[in-house]
């Protein structure tokens, strides 16, 4: 699992070959807990950061389904989800298009393709992360499937670029919090995981990845 997205997607500034320079109504800029808005015939694209989507249950319950990545694009168009939600995990910067000026750009389109490309693989390894029964078993896969999408390089391994809390790893693999916070505990004292002083996760450089 650790290679299923390893090809590097191409740079959103690298989009703009065939549109018109960016202009400031074009570029948006959130903090890392804002609420991102969508508009049914626009789509963002990331151009740095990252974007948790998630579905909102009318008890408030929410639901991950994928990360959105620098080059990655998200937005009620690609979605047929009625509550879908978008929150920004670390400061973000990014891109507002039309669904005219996609259609009327194949360099856009192309580059907007390969990322969604990349989400589907991402939605299919929670898919499988999902039928794992072992709640610590699915624990595993998903800090894997985070070390490919967001990890990079440390001297101990590979560290998240942002924090996660335990909340949402308990939400994205269907568990409680206080359930997350032990298996956490467990996965430190096996020498599997550490933090840095922010509390960001390294994953040790011992975690080996399992087939799902």
């Known amino acids: ?125 929670l898919l499988a992360i999902a039928s794992h029964r072992r709640i610590e078993e699915r624990l595993r896969h998903l800090l894997l499937l985070l070390k490919a999408e967001i990890g990079q390089p440390h001297p101990l391994g590979s560290r998240y670029s942002v924090r996660l809390t335990h909340q949402q790893l308990a939400t994205a693999i269907g568990t409680s919090r206080v359930t997350m916070t032990r298996l956490l505990g467990k996965l430190r004292a096996e020498h599997w995981l550490t933090y840095d002083r922010d509390r960001h996760i390294i994953i040790t450089a011992n975690s080996e990845p399992s087939p799902l």
């Open 1 to 125: 699992m650790a290679n299923f997205l390893a090809a590097a997607p191409p740079r959103p500034e690298g989009l703009f070959r065939e549109t018109a320079t960016p202009s400031p109504s074009r570029l948006h800029s959130f903090g890392a807990g804002d609420v991102i808005w969508m508009e049914p015939e626009r789509v963002w694209l990331v151009s740095k950061g990252v974007v948790l989507l998630n579905l909102l249950h009318p008890d408030g319950e929410e639901v991950v389904v994928g990360l959105a990545t620098p080059s990655t694009a998200f937005g009620l168009p690609f979605s047929s989800l009625n509550a879908y939600h978008a929150k920004a995990l670390s400061r973000v910067e990014l891109m507002l298009f039309s669904l005219v000026e996609v259609e009327s750009s194949p360099n856009l389109t192309q580059g907007l393709v390969r990322g969604l490309a990349r989400r589907l693989r991402q939605a299919e390894v």
